[in-house]
């Protein structure tokens, strides 16, 4: 493994504050957390409870977009999202 390769982080490492993950998924922070409140994302917690997002999460934020823009609801969405990851 090369130098740059240890310095990234591993796709399921929660290192994104949300104001980041946000700005990376294209959303507005509360959006953010409205989806963790519904169960769709469920970013990492730091002690203090605070979110941390890991690369997977901010790919599943644009699942979870888009399958909104296409018009499915919350739980359509969280049942698809449990079906995949089966």
Do not use: C, F, W
Not at 11 to 40: C, F, N, W
């Amino acid at each position: 493994m090369s130098d740059v390769d240890k310095n990234q982080p591993d796709d399921d490492a929660g290192v994104y504050v949300i104001s980041v993950a946000a700005e990376i998924s294209g959303m507005h922070p509360q959006t953010l957390r409205q989806y963790d409140k519904l169960g769709l994302v469920s970013p990492s917690r730091t002690e203090g409870r605070n979110r941390r997002y890991s690369l997977r999460d901010i790919a599943l934020l644009r699942t979870v977009q888009k399958l909104v823009g296409e018009g499915i609801n919350h739980a359509g969405i969280k049942r698809i999202i449990e079906l995949e990851s089966a």
